[in-house]
């Protein structure tokens, strides 16, 4: 649980520098999260943060909100090649329901997945892997969870709201669409640590607890700070819950 005033849970760049590697060239980011407010003007929520960056954002959206209860999200990441730079795609999320969303990235090609949908951008050769070195001043190089460390003065940047699940892998995961735009999507019912999982948090943790192990097994521990802790099992992807019988009761609930 972030109360979204100053609790985030970060896992320090000094001992475990980038989550993906230099010339990562195909990965997939992604979490289940359930905001509770949508950010002051001016100012983003940060769900999580690093060569991938997902936020929430009051103003600025690259696509319409027509109802009262959505939200900006946008998911970021950061590249390199013969240029540097950032691909960027914004969705409308619901506030109070969980959602999805994934940055995944292959041959060139962002794609943004988020709920039932999935948009393609186009290719672009000069930006083909992952950023090996932010430039960006050293704290934004932690892998931060729901807002940055108090020393980096970012005014507001917390996350209200759960996080139930975020996992990192070092390939694309899932049926990709070959046409630029949006097509259908269908996104895991729950996440499992594979061969190419990197790193996987799923909060499982007991209720209380403001250190979050990491389930792939590669020692990535989250520590929380500032009262950022587990509340038990929740919705999206409990210990003992059925795949089908998660999904299909949070698209009841959602859709």
Partial sequence: MLDGEDDYAILPFAEHDYTFPRNTNEFTVEVWFYPKAEPELGKSNIILSQQVRFSLNPDNCLVPLDKKDQVCASGVAYLEGAAHGIRITDAAMKKDQWNYMAVIFKDSTFYLAYNDQII?????????????????????????????????????????????????????????????????????????????????????????????????????????????????ALAVNPANTSIATTWGQVKSESF
């Avoid at 003065?153 to 735009?181: M, Q, T, W």
């Avoid at 499992?192 to 996987?200: R, V």
């Fill in 120 to 232: 393609r951008g186009q290719k672009r050769d000069f930006m083909n892997v992952v950023a090996g070195d932010l430039r960006l001043p050293e704290g934004f190089k932690n892998f931060c969870v729901g807002g940055y460390a108090e020393d980096l003065l970012i005014p507001k940047a917390y996350f209200h709201g759960e996080i139930d699940a975020i996992r990192f892998s070092n390939i694309a995961r899932y049926d990709l669409p070959a046409e630029v735009g949006t097509s259908p999507f269908e996104p895991p019912h729950r996440f499992s640590s594979d061969a190419h999982t990197l790193a996987f948090w799923d909060f499982n943790d007991k209720a209380g607890a403001n250190h979050f192990e990491d389930a792939s097994g590669n020692g990535k521990k989250l520590i929380g700070l500032n009262g950022a802790t587990t509340s038990g």
